[in-house]
T-cell receptor, first 111, second 119 residues
Framework: GNSVTQMEGPVTLSEEAFLTINCTYTATGYPSLFWYVQYPGEGLQLLLKATKADDKGSNKGFEATYRKETTSFHLEKGSVQVSDSAVYFCALYQAGTALIFGKGTTLSVSS | GAVVSQHPSRVICKSGTSVKIECRSLDFQATTMFWYRQFPKQSLMLMATSNEGSKATYEQGVEKDKFLINHASLTLSTLTVTSAHPEDSSFYIC???????????????FGPGTRLLVL
């Protein structure tokens, strides 16, 4: 079945450092891929998405490119801020199903 | 966007009691809603898919008699944790599938979650 694998955290960075959170997926066909963010005490929020190969999703300085050849959707940000501290979930969607989530990666950014 | 609400946001109950959690789509009709459970520092695990007017489809390993789901209207799904025990303590999140004619970018919108603590 479909699945999503994310790098395990926690990831601890200093402010303005470069961030990469790896995500790979297994799916039949061509799923849509997402990154969700969950800030402390809050619900899930969509961060960015990509619906087909080579698409790049971007939002709030975060980017991720849908790489079909490597079945990956790694999240990157060039310069993280303290306010980016949260749990990040990679997710996959195919029509007719529910979102399938990775285990989440906790990011902690210190000033 | 689309808004999904959950009520209550937090609940503390005694072991053996039942707790009902409501999930509402506020500005759209959702024929399909999903219930997830999130353990501390773990991913969201899909518990069941709730379809309006029909029985819910439960994921493997989820006890349907313990986690009762009712999707009686196009804007409301409820999850009832029956005879709750401390191991049921968790963060429960619902989501609603957005109809295609809404033209929204997301396929599912999530509620803010309900934190259940069973003493």
């Amino acid at each position: 079945g479909n699945s999503v694998t994310q790098m395990e955290g926690p990831v601890t960075l200093s402010e303005e450092a470069f961030l990469t959170i790896n995500c790979t997926y297994t799916a039949t066909g061509y799923p849509s891929l997402f990154w969700y963010v969950q800030y402390p005490g809050e619900g899930l929020q969509l961060l960015l998405k990509a619906t087909k190969a080579d698409d790049k999703g971007s939002n709030k300085g975060f980017e991720a490119t849908y790489r079909k050849e490597t079945t990956s959707f790694h999240l990157e940000k060039g310069s993280v801020q303290v306010s980016d501290s949260a749990v990040y979930f990679c997710a996959l969607y195919q029509a007719g199903t529910a979102l399938i989530f990775g285990k989440g990666t906790t990011l902690s950014v210190s000033s | 966007g689309a808004v999904v609400s959950q009520h209550p946001s937090r609940v503390i109950c005694k072991s053996g009691t039942s707790v009902k959690i409501e999930c509402r789509s506020l500005d759209f009709q959702a024929t399909t809603m999903f219930w997830y459970r999130q353990f501390p520092k773990q991913s969201l695990m899909l518990m069941a898919t709730s379809n309006e007017g029909s029985k819910a489809t439960y994921e493997q390993g989820v006890e349907k008699d313990k986690f009762l789901i009712n999707h009686a209207s196009l804007t409301l799904s409820t999850l009832t944790v029956t005879s709750a025990h401390p191991e049921d303590s968790s963060f429960y999140i619902c989501s609603a599938r957005v109809p295609r004619d809404r033209g929204l970018k997301e396929t599912q919108y999530f509620g803010p979650g309900t934190r259940l603590l069973v003493l």
